[in-house]
């Protein structure tokens, strides 16, 4: 399994990153794009994050 980070960025420079562990990028790929409605999750620094996936401008993906 390898790690990566999803990361959303919204508004004013403000971004949240999820922490995944999958096979390989595609998988996390697949991953961001199965994400509708609310997102919700604990972050590493052990914040429960909760959104609407509408007020998302940008996601990337990035090895951790």
């Avoid at 961001?32 to 609407?52: M, S």
């Amino acid at each position: 399994m390898s790690k990566f980070k999803i990361n959303y960025f919204f508004e004013k420079d403000f971004k949240v990153s999820r922490p995944i562990e999958v096979e390989n990028i595609s998988e996390a790929i697949q991953d961001a794009k199965d994400q509708e409605g609310q997102i919700e999750f604990t972050g590493e620094d052990n914040v429960f994050y909760r959104f609407d996936t509408k007020d998302i401008k940008l996601v990337t993906i990035t090895e951790a």
